[in-house]
Nanobody, 123 residues
Framework: QVQLVESGGGLVQAGGSLRLSCTPS????????MGWFRQAPGKEREFVAG???????SYADSVKGRFTISRVNAENTVYLQMNSLKPEDTAVYYC?????????????????WGQGTQVTVSS
């Protein structure tokens, strides 16, 4: 059974930083696009960032310049470094993986999802 295990969420003050990590278990995704989504209370889940196996990245406009996605293929792990956090970044953050860049980044319908990790930014 495939599981995406996220860690690194928590409570931080506005302007602070957090780093999320995601490591799949059950299989290797080193050649698959990986990414992050988030869902704030009362809102739909939205794309945050994606990265291909070769390092090509894509970001939502709301996080450009503040968030950085990276991956270590040998460790089968994807990271999301979040700087200059704002209260509106408060959400549950989900790791996601799909063989298709389009399904992950364009359509937001990846095949594999993590359970989510809470990020709360206080003002």
């Amino acid at each position: 059974q495939v599981q995406l295990v996220e860690s690194g969420g928590g409570l931080v003050q506005a302007g602070g930083s957090l780093r999320l990590s995601c490591t799949p278990s059950g299989r290797t995704f080193s050649i698959y696009p990986m990414g992050w989504f988030r869902q704030a209370p009362g809102k739909e889940r939205e794309f945050v960032a994606g990265i291909s196996w070769s390092g090509t990245t894509s970001y939502a406009d709301s996080v450009k310049g503040r968030f950085t996605i990276s991956r270590v293929n040998a460790e089968n792990t994807v990271y999301l470094q979040m700087n200059s956090l704002k209260p509106e970044d408060t959400a549950v953050y989900y790791c996601a993986v799909d063989p298709s860049w389009a399904r992950l980044v364009v359509h937001g319908t990846p095949a594999y999802w993590g359970q989510g990790t809470q990020v709360t930014v206080s003002s």
